[in-house]
């Protein structure tokens, strides 16, 4: 079965350090990984996958096939970074639903 | 299209009452997901269907929970007699089976019971 670990519930930051989000999961196969962010009083939205490569708001993601782990990462913490962050799996074409991690709070502090 | 639509936005019950939320996709999408939300946990999955075929259902989905999809377009989520451990964020998504981008999802509807 698919699982998401994500350790930490609290990750606390000073604006302008870098971040790390970390995310582990299981599963036998190639795996489809998501971030999704969900911000004060707004609804859950995808941030990156990481099939695309691409950066968003600063955030990037790789996959580490050997470590199984898919750690969102971004340089310089700003304050409207703070949100609920949540790692997901699917496996490939999407034909399973999407596998959620427990999710980590990030607190940037001014 | 403004997206994934969920009514009511909240709903307070008494215990052993029934309640219905209904969720509205993005059109274009023939995938709808149903998800549970409790304080302190990610997104559990409960059901999903593909247009009006109901695909996979999760073991959290007791028998007191039923959802449809009729005509393959808006879905229902009916839950009978509910319980206190029903109190929950009930998230509603939609995706595509073209190209995999991931799901967009619902503003939710909170549940109460009391």
């Known amino acids: 079965a698919q699982r998401v670990t994500q350790p930490e519930k609290l990750l606390s930051v000073f604006k302008g350090a870098p971040v790390e989000l970390k995310c582990n999961y299981s599963y036998s196969g190639s795996p489809e990984l998501f971030w999704y962010v969900q911000y004060s009083r707004q609804r859950l939205q995808l941030l990156l996958r990481?099939?695309s490569r691409e950066s968003i708001k600063g955030f990037t993601a790789d996959l580490n096939k050997g470590e199984t782990s898919f750690h969102l990462k971004k340089p310089f913490a700003q304050e409207e970074d703070s949100a609920m962050y949540y790692c997901?799996?699917?496996?490939?074409?999407?034909?399973?639903?999407?596998?959620f991690g427990k999710g980590t709070r990030l607190s940037v502090i001014a | 299209d403004t997206g994934v639509s969920q009514n009511p936005r909240h709903k307070i019950t008494k215990r052993g009452q029934n309640v219905t939320f209904r969720c509205d996709p993005i059109s274009e999408h023939n995938r709808l997901y149903w998800y549970r939300q409790t304080l302190g946990q990610g997104p559990e999955f409960l059901t999903y269907f593909q247009n009006e075929a109901q695909l996979e259902k999760s073991r959290l989905l007791s028998d007191r929970f039923s959802a449809e999809r009729p005509k393959g377009s808006f879905s229902t989520l009916e839950i009978q007699r509910t319980e206190q451990g029903d109190s929950a964020m009930y998230l509603c998504?939609?995706?595509?089976?073209?190209?995999?981008?991931?799901?967009?999802f619902g503003s939710g509807t909170r549940l109460t019971v009391v």
């Open positions: 998504a939609s995706g595509g089976t073209g190209e995999w981008n991931g799901y967009t």
């Open positions: 990481h099939i």
């Open positions: 997901a799996l699917s496996t490939p074409s999407g034909n399973t639903p999407l596998v």
